[in-house]
C-alpha cells in the first residue's frame, strides 16, 4: 500500500481559511496526510507566509474529522519540542534538516510514531523503527528525467518536486511506498513558488487515483 502525503508549502498565504480549504482538497482527493510548515524566523525572512504554529492543532482537529492526518515539517529545535509537546504524532524532516534530525536524542526521537526524512544519502541511523527515508532531489523543481534504478528500497519513498505526476507513478511502479508532492488552490490570491508547480485540485485527485492504481496491492 502507498502512503500519500500532500505538501501545501507556503500555499496557504498564512491564512486560516486557505489552509482548511487545502485540507478540504487533500479529503476529497484522497490523500492520507497534510504536510504543513513550522517556520522560523530565517524562512520568513525569505518571503516564506508564516502559519501560526499554534493553528496547527486545530488544522489537526480539522483534518481527523475529514480522515486525514496534519503533520508537520520543521526547521528547528524548537519546531520539534513544540510538535513532541502537543501531541503531533508524525514529524519531517526536511532536506536542508537532515543535519537537525542527526543531533536529535534517541528519547526525543521515541516521542514520534512516524518520522519523515527527506534525503539523497542513507545512514544506519536512518534504519531505526519509526523513521522512513524519502528519497529527495534539491533542485526545485525537477525538470530531468530520474532513473529510478536501485533507489528502491534503499529509500522507502519519494519526496517530489517534479513537474506533472509520471514520474512520481513510475516511482510507485519501482517501489516507492510513499509519495510526498505539493498540491494548491485554484486561487489567483497564492502568490509564492510553490504555487507555480504545485498540483491544482483537480490534477491531485489523478495523482492519486494513478498512484494508487500503480501501487502493489497486499
Not at 124 to 143: A, H
Not at 167 to 172: F, G, I, S
Amino acid at each position: 500500500m502507498i502512503t500519500l502525503i500532500g505538501d501545501p508549502g507556503s500555499c496557504h498565504m498564512g491564512r486560516m481559511d486557505y489552509a482548511k480549504e487545502l485540507i478540504d482538497v487533500a479529503v476529497e482527493a484522497g490523500l492520507d496526510a497534510v504536510k504543513f510548515q513550522l517556520l522560523g524566523e530565517e524562512e520568513v525572512r525569505r518571503g516564506n507566509p508564516l502559519l501560526p504554529w499554534e493553528w496547527l492543532l486545530e488544522l489537526r482537529e480539522y483534518g481527523g474529522r475529514g480522515g486525514v492526518e496534519v503533520l508537520a515539517s520543521v526547521f528547528s529545535h524548537k519546531g520539534v519540542d513544540f510538535l513532541g509537546r502537543e501531541g503531533i504524532s508524525s514529524i519531517k524532516f526536511p532536506f536542508s534538516m537532515v543535519g537537525l534530525f542527526r543531533s536529535l536524542s534517541f528519547e526525543t526521537l521515541t516521542k514520534f510514531s512516524q518520522i519523515y526524512v527527506s534525503t539523497d544519502t542513507t545512514y544506519d541511523l536512518f534504519r531505526i523503527q519509526r523513521v522512513s527515508t524519502l528519497y529527495c532531489i534539491s533542485e526545485y523543481p525537477v525538470r530531468f528525467h530520474i532513473d529510478w534504478e536501485g533507489i528502491f528500497p534503499r529509500f522507502d519513498g519519494f519526496s517530489s518536486h517534479c513537474l506533472g505526476i509520471e514520474q512520481d507513478v513510475r516511482a510507485v511502479q519501482a517501489g516507492a511506498k510513499i509519495i510526498e508532492k505539493h498540491f494548491t488552490l485554484d486561487s489567483r490570491n497564492i502568490h509564492c513558488p510553490d504555487h507555480q508547480f504545485a498540483l491544482r485540485p483537480s490534477r491531485l485527485k489523478e495523482f492519486v487515483q494513478q498512484c494508487r492504481s500503480a501501487s502493489p496491492r497486499h
